[in-house]
């Protein structure tokens, strides 16, 4: 179902954020589980490691009677683990075999790039390292997640970027307009239900899944994505990138109404 005027840029709906293209500086947050990876981590690691309630607690979540925060407090202490153990699952994750080029893309261009998840620091950063990505992973720097300590088998979540009136475990959406410049164009890429505040402080949105329903739902505009590839190749189309400034020919999209 497509609602732009311009079928190539894909724009679904129209009542969005307009875009800023020019002078802005574009900046992108990503999600973690199931956007960069192919598979929620954090659901990997209780379905392999914890004790079956972790699945009752989970249902409290869906039903809204809890925030993610307490959701995964009470769902990471069930856990019951060795070191080796818990990285076997993480090491196990498939990643999007996109996202590694795409990463790069960013750096050689100085788009800054943040990740923002409900998911474990000591988690993502493992598997970005997988993916070639190092530096720059210190939580609360160019990742903003969930913190995880380990003591003998039993894991501890805490939560440095939570405070807001929605129990997020980490506000992304808090996150965004904390580090969101005057003049930049705030894209976000996201996948599932724990986005939904995100988007509202997104001027472009590249959503996928239970997020693309949302969107729909809503009439939040947003663009379809599958892989970081497609990504890649609609951001030049949509945001004054580097790239598609030297390239010179990139179409621009049509004026959002
Ligand atoms: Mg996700
Ligand atoms: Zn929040």
Not at 53 to 67: A, C, H, P, Q, T
Not at 80 to 107: C, K, M, R
Not at 201 to 212: M, N, P
Request: hydrophobic share 40%; aromatic share 8%; glycine share 8%.
């Amino acid at each position: 179902m497509r609602h732009g005027n311009d079928p190539s840029s894909e724009l679904e709906f129209a009542n969005s954020p307009t875009p800023r293209l020019h002078n802005s500086t574009p900046m992108i947050f990503s999600d973690f589980d199931g956007t960069i990876t192919q598979a929620d981590v954090t659901d990997r690691i209780l379905e392999e490691l914890a004790h079956p309630m972790w699945r009752e607690v989970e249902d409290e979540w869906v039903r809204g009677l809890i925030g993610s925060r307490e959701c995964l407090e009470r769902q990471m202490a069930l856990v019951d683990a060795s070191p080796e153990q818990l990285n076997a699952v993480i090491d196990a994750i498939p990643l999007d075999p996109t996202f590694a080029a795409f990463y790069q893309l960013t750096e050689r261009q100085g788009i800054p790039f943040y990740v923002v998840s409900d998911g474990f620091d000591y988690v993502i950063s493992r598997i970005l390292k997988r993916a070639g990505v190092d530096g720059q992973l210190e939580n609360g720097r160019h990742l903003y997640a969930s913190h995880l300590e380990a003591t003998g088998r039993r894991l501890a979540a805490s939560f440095p970027h939570s405070d807001c009136e929605h129990g997020c475990a980490t506000c992304k959406a808090a996150a965004m307009r904390r580090l969101r410049g005057e003049n930049s164009q705030v894209v976000f890429v996201g996948d599932g239900f724990s986005d939904r505040f995100a988007v509202e402080e997104a001027d472009v949105v590249f959503a996928k899944k239970q997020l693309l329903g949302y969107c729909r739902r809503r009439r939040i505009g947003c663009r379809a994505f599958e892989t970081f590839a497609d990504v890649q190749a609609k951001l030049e189309s949509v945001v004054g990138t580097k790239a598609s400034r030297e390239g010179a020919k990139a179409p621009r999209p049509a004026p959002v109404r």
